[in-house]
Each structure stands twice: as C-alpha cells, then as structure tokens.
C-alpha cells in the first residue's frame, strides 16, 4: 500500500514520470495515469541492467502489442 500511494504521489506531481514495472506486466494497469512505462521481465541482475541502459539510451526498447 506505501509504495503505490508513493508511486500515484509520484504521477500526479511528475505527469512526465516514467513507471518502470519489474517482472509482471499486468502492475502496470494499476497505474492508468503513467504516461509512459517501461517493463522488464524479470528483477534480477541482467533485467536491472537492461532497464538502466534502456533509459540512458544505450540499448533501444522494443514495442510490443
């Protein structure tokens, strides 16, 4: 309940925020106000790096659905 008060904090304050949600994609729906949101599939130490080097832009993210 603490972290997804903080997150929603987070959102209304930042609009521009991005929600990175680790391992199950479905957490996302609990937050329809993200703008944009990044997932990973896993929270270990190769998806952690993944995510940091996604969002510093030196590997491109793939779209799906």
């Known amino acids: 309940p603490g972290q997804r ?3 929603e904090d987070v ?5 521009d925020a991005v929600l ?4 199950d994609p479905r957490d996302m729906e609990i937050f329809p106000r993200a703008r944009m949101v ?3 599939r896993g929270y270990g130490p190769h998806s952690i790096r993944a995510l940091a080097e996604t ?3 030196k590997l491109k993210p793939r779209r799906e659905g």
Request: no cysteine; aromatic share 0%.
């Open 5 to 7: 008060r903080l997150i």
């Open 11 to 15: 959102l209304e304050r930042r609009p």
């Open 20 to 23: 990175t949600v680790l391992r």
């Open 38 to 40: 990044v997932i990973t």
């Open 55 to 57: 969002l510093s832009g």
